[in-house]
């Protein structure tokens, strides 16, 4: 359908989301993303059956791990949607470049361009 | 092989030859890169069958984003009429539609194409297309050559010269054309275009023939026909005007100048005489040469009084010019009645709003001639009584007695024009006998071979688009003379076309034309018609009923990088020498629009089909899955559904059937309703029956009724009627009291049914296979698939009505029965794929070549595809960067294999599209040079780029980057990855050996593979051992026993009766399993590659209503037992039967499915036996799906009594002496009802047979009841989550005899796919344990949603890459990160975020 979406989404491409690791959620906001967020298959779904709902776990942890630190929770997040839904995918799509513009860039990335 | 129809079969099963007509594409699908480029240019928009119609779609178009194949193709209804009418056969509906999207620049070209005047046709046109416009059956046809006139007056006030498309290189070879008319400069202007060195000699002092001197200039002004000319002109054409033919030039001396080839087009510059006396007199003058010199500009001295014979188009010309020139009084006068004369209508209009006066009837019989002066005086007329003989032809008969004299000044006589000979006599020039140039009509080559012939001279007068076809055809064959060609090859081509039926189109006027007043045009030569402005033109142009569909504006070609556009493509007709046939050309849904008075459905945009909603729900429908109704495009808060709408119908629709499929859909479409809305939506759907009965089915209904609310109301329908004001619909019905309701909803839908469309009835005559009454192909119980014709078979809705797994396991089964007939043939028509040397990289550094993609203009319109290449060279490991216009394109490949060989190259990244459609086809090239496939990676930059970020070229083209920087991060970290490859044992096991299990072993032992079938009884049969006869009357007991005898007779099949399995081990392809059998219990193992699982179900035994302690009480099959043996059935007064009595429960959620058939079935017999008999079933919603509703229907026509009962208020069953009394409440009465019945009939529901064990042993999955779970519902119906297990029958779920055949046959068939592989290859991308880290903590055991992983000998988790799935769960989920899912590894993926976020910090 050739719907716009915002251009600060860059997609990393899994077999299914529950090989997303909680490490490589973090990895990508360590390594200065502003966002990172896993979008799978609908739930009840899973062409293996569970594996959104493990990832649906795992972005929460990914969460309390964030928020731990004193990070902002908000910028990892699950979205489900079927692969035919385009509309919903640029919904989502606005929906996280919205909330990060709101919550501004990622914190480390701001801390070492002030020493730099 | 798509757009191709079936035309007829001839042969036997094993040895068929099928006619195959295939229809064109258009588009080469083999270089069509699905770009929809064409889609963008292509100006015709018709509706959207898609959508429903909801929405338009183009005529270059792909049905949908996920068609098979994934090319586009162009729609075409043959020719379109104006077209194919035109004599030019210019694209006359495509630069209409070209108008209409205001690209006037591209109309002009597209006319150009094919006809070198667009201004002079655009006023003098005859407009034969006209008469054939579709619009003119309806209203009034378009105004075809005022728009073209309008193109070219565009041209003109815009100052553009728009050439045409002209040959690159110029040849050597001359032409010279004699006569400078239409058909002479078409002729030159077509050679010019191929690039010949073209003359023109013209005899007269200006060009342009007969559209100079013949034509007056108040029709066709000269500045517009010097403008055409000078485009001819300006290719290249040179004129030579004051040349005579036979007297400066001849052929002799144009041979000497050279010229290949010459073509005469020498027209019609001579009048017909009268032939009387005194023609030759002062002021008798001739028309054609009157006109010429008028236009010339000559004296033409008329007098005051004027005479014109003639009626004819030349004859106004001749009246209205001498009128300009100064008579005072013109009168025609012509043989032919008003309505006969030859003249067009308007230009008789015209004459008369000019003032000239008309007679008709009257022929010339003398001229009076004045005595003194010797000149023209006057004329005598005779009447004529007809101009045409019995036979039409030109004859005229005249009463010489009525005559009438006429007097004036001059007598211009035009009645026909004849060829001037007068210089041609020394050339001997070829003639016929009538005058004209002789010359082959076809090729129009003369008899002297260089020498052609076209226009008037050659075929007499007519307009000048019949020059301009001439002149092209002799450009044609003058060209294929010059090269050596044959001059007739292909060039018959009949222009047929087919209207399109007009329905609800709004009337449209013709756009009228204005002209200068009629006072205004005396005495001046000043142009008549204005034409139209662009507004008029756009308004004219918006008519069009774009009858061809596409226009053939050839906007696609153009905009096609990819060379894939082929309009000349034409229908083809083939055989293939096939074994087997099967027809599963599917349903139309019922066009509930004959009902309108009804349902309101074309007169209200709020009553739509289920069909139509269904597309408004979906996110790629019109709406994009917003929930809106179309009047108003508001979000409905109420909407209705109304079932049966052309199902269970005898009377309206002759749909006497069930659909089957209707209430789920409509469950499913409230329910998704429901979560499209953000507000509450109120569902109802209005029914007679609910029909779950489905697999699960009924449990989906509870949760809309029960948690979603869903509203379901028991009624017959009485009117949707629209209420104006608002859009809104009131429904009124009759609720199950009987009583009439009223009830407004915002939206209405149809559950519409489906039926068998009128073509594939067509079809079936012409296979000569038999239909039954509603048109679904005519099979039998036992034999679900086939079709009266032997080798022909039937699958899906074409074999009667059901959903989506009965379709797919049915086209399963049909497979199987065709592979019977070709299990000898099987792969002797395989090719082996040589594959080379594989190129060893171990241990080498990266060396990656990347291919960054144009796609045409897809990527490269947007990302600046130079500098992503550039950039790409500065990448870590990159040794080579290359562009393409097309990477996917088959020369792009092979020039990528030798880029690949000449750098060394060891990673392949191409940065373009998505890996869903093209990592398989860039990974063969890969493979065809050696080099390991899993060493590629895709970057894309179309559909997740250029696609969707084409507002923000620069953000693109960065993003573009970064997507290539990540690939090329992930290509550097990528290893070589092995299929493995595993043998497959070629022997099936079957469990269960009842029908299903019986069908499934011969369905396989029938292609040639050895099966062992496992029965735990004694004997084979299963349950079928309990049945009797099918509701159809098939003996269920000969059917076993034939089956029996078959399986037990059969070389291939290995029966073991009292056996059952103690032991399951193995992998698809390769199982082991231990049974013990017989008395002795004697173990045996079977080596097997596949495994059937058909372990069957049995009757439900009834808790409820006294069943076992009363003996006026049985089950159905107990009753159907009964009949069968003629025990105690014919002397009953009342039989009372229940119905869902253990279904439909808390115990049992699920609709049994067979139990409804069965009920009625026995009523059926019982009534049969003795019509007295009173029977009366209770029911909760009757389940007759598909054809079974004739049984339902022909129950009650038989006096069986039907009651429907509540869940919450139940039958009573309670014993009555003799009797037994059973209590229910009745709907309509609304009151309790006691009966003392012979005997209470339960039916008892299907129970799935206690298979707890086997499931443990070989871990299969069950459902709640016991039935075994499929892999996927509608994807995979028979097979199992194991690879390599199938399931059928019973065991499956509840379901009827013949539909437990076929899935057996289904299950068959998939396990047969399976055995048949000689070994089956391994995925590579598979989860790896690293033994020194793991810690044993059975995570991953617990983890993998497939049970793979296990612990070892040595401790260990172990995972076999025969069962893994891929799908890298486990490797997330190890906390000592031993496990890693190969190709996905935790580096691969990390490198890609790594290279993207690369000086982040």
Same mark, same amino acid.
């Given at each position: ?116 | ?102 690209k006037y620049r591209e109309a002009i070209e597209l006319f150009r194409d094919t006809h070198p005047f667009p201004g002079v046709c655009g006023r003098v046109c005859h407009h034969p297309c006209e008469g054939q416009c579709t619009r003119g059956d309806y209203d009034e046809p378009l105004a075809i050559r005022e728009l073209h006139r309008f193109l070219a ?244 008969? +005249? ?398 809705? +074409? ?477 995979r119906p028979v097979e199992m989550g194991t690879e390599g297990i199938y399931l059928c029958g019973t065991a499956h779920s509840p379901q009827l005899l013949t539909e437990s055949i076929a899935q057996a046959m289904a299950a068959a068939s998939r396990a047969t796919t399976m055995l048949s592989q000689p070994f089956l290859t391994l995925s590579a991308v ?76």
């Amino acid at each position: 359908m050739r719907l716009t979406y915002p251009t600060s989404i860059r997609i990393v491409r899994v077999p299914c989301t529950g090989k997303v690791d909680v490490a490589h959620l973090l990895r990508a906001i360590e390594k200065g993303a502003d966002g990172v967020y896993v979008v799978g298959c609908k739930e009840g779904e899973c062409h293996y059956k569970k594996g959104n709902f493990r990832a649906r776990k795992r972005v929460e942890q990914a969460k309390k791990v964030l928020s731990s630190i004193g990070g902002d929770e908000g910028r990892v997040e699950m979205f489900n949607l079927s692969s035919s839904d385009a509309p919903l995918f640029v919904k989502y799509a606005e929906e996280m470049d919205a909330r990060i513009r709101t919550l501004g860039p990622n914190p480390l990335k701001k801390k070492n361009s002030r020493a730099a | 092989m798509t757009n191709t129809e079936l035309l007829h079969l001839d042969g036997e099963p094993g040895n068929f030859t099928a006619r195959i007509r295939k229809e064109p594409r258009f588009v080469d699908i083999s270089k069509c890169t699905s770009c929809g480029e064409c889609e963008k240019a292509c100006p015709i928009e018709v509706p959207n069958e898609q959508d429903k119609g909801l929405s338009k779609r183009k005529a270059a178009y792909k049905k949908y984003a996920q068609a098979i194949p994934g090319a586009y193709a162009i729609d075409k209804r043959g020719t379109a009429p104006c077209k194919a009418t035109c004599p030019a056969h210019v694209s006359i509906q495509g630069y209409i539609a070209l108008i209409n999207q205001g690209k006037y620049r591209e109309a002009i070209e597209l006319f150009r194409d094919t006809h070198p005047f667009p201004g002079v046709c655009g006023r003098v046109c005859h407009h034969p297309c006209e008469g054939q416009c579709t619009r003119g059956d309806y209203d009034e046809p378009l105004a075809i050559r005022e728009l073209h006139r309008f193109l070219a007056d565009w041209e003109t006030e815009e100052n553009a010269k728009i050439l045409p498309e002209t040959a690159e290189e110029k040849r050597d070879e001359k032409v010279a054309v004699i006569g400078s008319g239409p058909a002479g400069l078409s002729t030159a202007y077509f050679l010019a275009r191929k690039g010949y060195a073209v003359t023109i000699y013209e005899k007269l002092p200006v060009a342009g023939g007969m559209m100079a001197v013949g034509i007056p200039e108040y029709r066709l002004p000269r500045n517009m026909l010097q403008r055409e000319i000078d485009i001819v002109c300006d290719l290249g054409v040179e004129i030579k005007t004051g040349v005579t033919f036979g007297k400066d030039i001849t052929f002799d001396s144009l041979k000497a100048d050279g010229y290949a080839a010459v073509f005469m087009g020498i027209g019609l510059h001579a009048g017909r005489k009268l032939g009387i006396e005194n023609e030759d007199a002062e002021g008798v003058l001739q028309g054609v040469d009157f006109l010429r010199n008028a236009a010339l500009g000559r004296e033409v001295p008329v007098g005051k009084d004027v005479l014109v014979i003639g009626g004819g188009n030349v004859a106004i010309d001749v009246a209205l010019t001498a009128k300009r020139k100064g008579a005072e009084n013109v009168t025609m006068v012509c043989l032919e009645k008003r309505e006969e004369m030859p003249a067009w209508e308007h230009e008789i209009e015209e004459a008369l709003e000019g003032d000239i006066k008309i007679v008709n009837s009257f022929g010339p019989k003398s001229f009076f001639i004045d005595k003194d002066s010797k000149k023209f005086s006057g004329i005598e007329f005779k009447t004529c009584t007809a101009v045409f003989d019995k036979e039409g032809r030109f004859s005229p008969s +005249f009463d010489e007695a009525a005559c009438e004299a006429f007097f004036g000044d001059t007598v211009i006589i035009a009645i026909g024009q004849a060829t001037d000979t007068s210089d041609l006599e020394k050339e001997n020039v070829p003639m016929t006998g009538r005058g004209g140039l002789h010359a082959d009509p076809l090729t129009l080559q003369t008899s002297m071979e260089w020498v052609f012939a076209g226009g008037d001279a050659f075929y007499g007068p007519k307009s000048v688009v019949d020059a301009v076809a001439s002149g092209k055809e002799a450009a044609e064959s003058i060209h294929r003379f010059i090269n050596g060609m044959d001059l007739k090859e292909g060039r018959i081509k009949e222009w047929t076309y087919d209207k399109p039926d007009i329905v609800n189109e709004p009337h449209k006027d013709r756009t009228p034309i204005r002209c200068l007043d009629p006072e205004a045009r005396e005495c001046n030569f000043l142009e008549v018609s204005f034409g139209y402005n662009e507004e008029e033109a756009k308004n004219e142009a918006d008519r069009c009923l774009k009858c061809g569909i596409c226009s053939e504006c050839y906007q696609c070609v153009k905009a096609c990088l990819a060379d894939a556009i082929e309009h000349e493509q034409t229908v083809a007709e083939l055989n293939l020498e096939i074994g087997s046939l099967i027809l599963c050309p599917g349903n139309e849904t019922y066009d509930p629009s004959p009902l309108n008075d009804i349902y309101s459905y074309n007169s209200s945009p709020n009553v739509l089909t289920s069909a139509e909603f269904e597309r408004i729900l979906s996110a790629s429908g019109p709406t994009m899955g917003h929930l809106v109704r179309p009047s108003d495009h508001v979000e409905p808060k109420k909407i209705a559904w109304l079932q049966c709408i052309g199902s269970r119908d005898n009377n309206r629709c002759g749909n006497g059937y069930c659909s089957s499929v209707c209430c789920m859909y409509a469950i499913k479409e409230a329910m998704i309703a429901k979560d499209h809305c953000d507000h509450e939506l109120d569902t109802a759907i209005f029914n007679m029956d609910i029909r779950s009965f489905g697999k699960d089915y009924e449990q989906y209904y509870d949760r809309a009724r029960n948690s979603a609310g869903v509203r379901f109301v028991k009624s017959r329908i009485h009117t949707v009627k629209e209420i104006p004001e608002t859009g809104n619909l009131e429904l009124r019905y009759a609720d199950e009291s009987g009583e009439l309701q009223v009830e407004e909803f915002d939206m209405v839908v149809l559950s519409v049914g489906l039926q068998i469309s009128e073509s594939t009835v067509e079809t079936a005559k012409r296979l000569e296979i038999e239909l039954n009454k509603y048109n679904f192909a005519e099979t039998t119980p036992s034999l679900p698939v086939n079709t009266s014709r032997p080798g022909v078979f039937a699958c899906g809705i +074409f074999q009667g009505p059901k959903d989506i797994p009965s379709s797919v396991t049915e086209a399963s089964a049909a497979a199987c029965a065709a592979g019977r007939n070709l299990a000898q043939a099987r792969g002797t028509l395989q090719k082996e794929v040589v594959k080379p040397e594989p190129i060893d990289v171990e241990g080498q550094e990266p060396r990656i070549g990347v291919f960054v993609c144009d796609c045409g203009i897809n990527i490269a319109g947007v990302i600046d595809v130079p500098s992503v290449r550039e950039y790409s060279e500065t990448l870590p490991y990159v040794v080579y960067a290359g562009e393409n216009l097309f990477t996917c394109s088959q020369d792009a490949q092979d020039q990528m294999k030798e880029v690949i060989k000449e750098h060394n190259i060891n990673r392949v990244v191409v940065s373009s599209c998505t890996p869903k459609t093209h990592e398989p086809i860039f990974m063969d090239t890969l493979e065809a040079v050696g080099l390991n496939k899993y060493l590629f990676e895709m970057a894309n930059i179309r559909n997740q780029d250029s696609w969707v970020h084409g507002n923000d070229h620069e953000a693109a083209t960065e993003k573009a980057k970064e997507l290539v920087r990540m690939s090329v991060a992930r290509a550097a970290s990528l290893q070589p990855l092995y299929e493995r490859q595993i043998p497959v044992t070629k022997r099936a096991l079957v469990v269960g050996g009842g029908v299903a299990g019986m069908n499934a072993a011969l369905g396989i032992a029938d292609q040639g593979y050895e099966v062992v079938l496992i029965e735990k009884e004694a004997q084979l049969g299963g349950l079928g051992n309990r049945l009797t006869k099918t509701i159809e009357g098939m003996d269920v007991r000969a059917l076993i026993a034939d089956l029996r005898q078959q399986v037990e007779a059969h070389e291939k099949i290995d029966v073991m009766t009292d056996s059952v399995i103690v032991d399951f081990s193995g992998f698809k392809g390769n199982f082991k399993t231990e049974v013990l059998a017989g008395e002795s219990m004697a173990s045996r193992t079977i080596e097997h590659g596949v495994a059937i699982i058909a372990t069957g179900a049995n009757e439900y035994r009834p808790k409820e209503y006294l069943y076992g302690e009363n003996p006026k009480i049985a089950t159905q099959l107990e009753l159907g037992e009964r009949i069968y043996n003629n025990t105690d059935v014919d002397d009953l007064n009342h039989v009372v039967m229940i119905q869902c009595v253990g279904s439909r429960n808390e115990e049992n959620p699920n609709c049994s499915r067979v139990c409804c058939q069965n009920a009625i079935k026995n009523a059926i017999a019982l009534k049969k036996r003795n019509p007295k008999t009173g029977v009366y079933v209770l029911y909760r919603d009757i389940r007759t799906y598909g054809l079974l509703e004739d049984y339902y229907t022909e129950a009650r026509k038989l006096g069986v009594l039907f009651f429907r009962f509540s869940a919450d208020d139940a039958p009573v069953v309670a014993p009555a002496g003799d009797f037994v009394n059973v209590t229910f409440t009745d709907h309509i009465l609304g009151r309790k009802i006691s009966l003392d019945a012979d005997l209470a009939v339960l039916s008892a529901g299907v129970e799935a047979e206690d298979t707890e064990e086997l499931a443990n042993i070989m871990k299969l999955n069950r459902n709640a009841q016991h039935f075994f779970l499929e892999a996927h519902v509608k994807l995979r119906p028979v097979e199992m989550g194991t690879e390599g297990i199938y399931l059928c029958g019973t065991a499956h779920s509840p379901q009827l005899l013949t539909e437990s055949i076929a899935q057996a046959m289904a299950a068959a068939s998939r396990a047969t796919t399976m055995l048949s592989q000689p070994f089956l290859t391994l995925s590579a991308v598979t989860a790896v344990v690293d033994p020194d880290k793991c810690a044993s903590c059975l995570i991953c055991v617990r983890t993998c949603p497939f049970d793979v992983p296990r612990i070892n000998e040595t401790g260990v988790s172990e995972i076999d890459d025969a069962l893994c799935q891929g799908c890298g769960a486990c490797a997330a989920e190890c906390p000592a990160k031993a496990i890693e899912l190969r190709w996905y590894e935790d580096d691969q993926i990390t490198s890609k975020v790594d290279a993207l976020l690369e000086g982040e910090i």
